[in-house]
């Protein structure tokens, strides 16, 4: 069979998916938009705050810069030669986050992440791993933060969400435990080209994290924390009576449910979740629209100029370190 003929196969599929995503954001954002009272929705934008609305994209852009050190915090221990700089991390980071609102969604910023860090001194299995680790850390800091603000929150959901999150942040420490043991048992076999890429994989993924995994968790819980208070910065500039806890916890749960790749760049996933997760806490389902629409406009926008970045970065690069 020629290669032409298998790559159809795959052709199709990646259409399918693409259409279901875009099938899904469409009844996901039909079914949140029926039944919404249009006079409401519009007093609630012609009385908003405008300040407010300029400190949630201040907080959201601190939450890609934040981003982008947690990124650098997990490179610089797998570089062979300098670290990165930080304008080249953060400026790579950036052009990412650009295809994260395009219909690829995170899967494309991710890709578009490991092109563009082939200037670094990294093999291609270290660049997918960082991105991957990088990746880890985002939903265990999210995980994190649920845990410590869902207890503010009086509700049998709440409770249910908080068990859910720590038995899967206990899975993923376990899990890490055990990358030192699993990279015992197969030593054995590792003059096997696919064995000997998942145990150097393992080694990097445990060095990586032993060297720089707290400190990437920490700028990883603060960017969390940031996206959090810029939900929180939007909802009062709507009469939003929810405390930037309650709202950090919300926003945390959403971004997970979020990071499904199931709908193109989180429409539609993330204005289902914010209504039902603020309707838990009393909020008009107008309100709740309102701030997760312009929760997604902002987002949009400010990560935009990423594409300009993306087109300036894809000149001269430095040649890549060998896979291994």
């Given at each position: 069979m020629s290669i032409q003929e298998t790559s159809r196969p795959q052709a199709h599929r990646r259409w399918l998916a693409l259409g279901f995503s875009f099938a899904f954001t469409i009844a996901t954002l039909i079914f949140v938009f029926r039944g919404i009272d249009k006079e409401i929705f519009a007093r609630l934008l012609a009385t908003q705050d405008r300040w407010l609305l300029a400190a949630a994209a201040g907080f959201?852009?601190?939450?890609?810069?934040?981003?982008?050190?947690?990124?650098?915090?997990?490179?610089?221990?797998?570089?062979?030669?300098?670290?990165?700089?930080?304008?080249?991390?953060?400026?790579?980071?950036?052009?990412?986050?650009?295809?994260?609102?395009?219909?690829?969604?995170?899967?494309?910023?991710?890709?578009?992440?490991?092109?563009?860090?082939?200037?670094?001194?990294?093999?291609?299995?270290?660049?997918?791993?960082?991105?991957?680790?990088?990746?880890?850390?985002?939903?265990?800091?999210?995980?994190?933060?649920?845990?410590?603000?869902?207890?503010?929150?009086?509700?049998?959901?709440?409770?249910?969400?908080?068990?859910?999150?720590?038995?899967?942040?206990?899975?993923?420490?376990?899990?890490?435990?055990?990358?030192?043991?699993?990279?015992?048992?197969?030593?054995?076999?590792?003059?096997?080209?696919?064995?000997?890429?998942?145990?150097?994989?393992?080694?990097?993924?445990?060095?990586?994290?032993?060297?720089?995994g707290l400190r990437a968790l920490g700028f990883a819980i603060a960017s969390g924390a940031s996206a959090g208070l810029a939900a929180y910065c939007i909802g009062r500039s709507l009469g939003i009576g929810v405390g930037p806890i309650a709202m950090i916890a919300v926003n945390s749960i959403m971004a997970l449910v979020v990071a499904l790749p199931i709908s193109v760049a989180g429409w539609g996933v993330r204005e289902v979740s914010l209504v039902a997760l603020l309707g838990v806490l009393g909020v008009d389902r107008e309100a709740a629209l309102v701030l997760s629409v312009e929760l997604g406009l902002i987002n949009t926008l400010l990560s935009l100029p990423g594409g300009l970045v993306w087109l300036t970065l894809r000149g001269p690069r430095r040649a890549a370190v060998p896979t291994d």
């Open positions: 959201i852009l601190l939450q890609l810069i934040l981003g982008g050190e947690r990124w650098r915090s997990i490179l610089r221990p797998l570089t062979r030669g300098p670290a990165p700089s930080v304008a080249s991390v953060q400026s790579v980071y950036y052009a990412s986050v650009f295809f994260n609102c395009l219909p690829i969604g995170a899967v494309g910023g991710d890709v578009a992440r490991i092109l563009l860090a082939r200037r670094f001194e990294l093999s291609l299995s270290q660049t997918v791993l960082s991105v991957l680790v990088d990746r880890v850390l985002t939903v265990a800091a999210f995980i994190t933060l649920a845990l410590v603000t869902l207890p503010t929150i009086s509700s049998p959901l709440a409770t249910t969400a908080w068990f859910a999150g720590a038995a899967i942040l206990v899975a993923g420490v376990v899990g890490l435990a055990l990358l030192h043991p699993i990279e015992r048992l197969l030593g054995r076999w590792r003059h096997k080209p696919l064995i000997h890429l998942l145990v150097r994989m393992a080694e990097d993924m445990r060095h990586s994290v032993s060297h720089a």
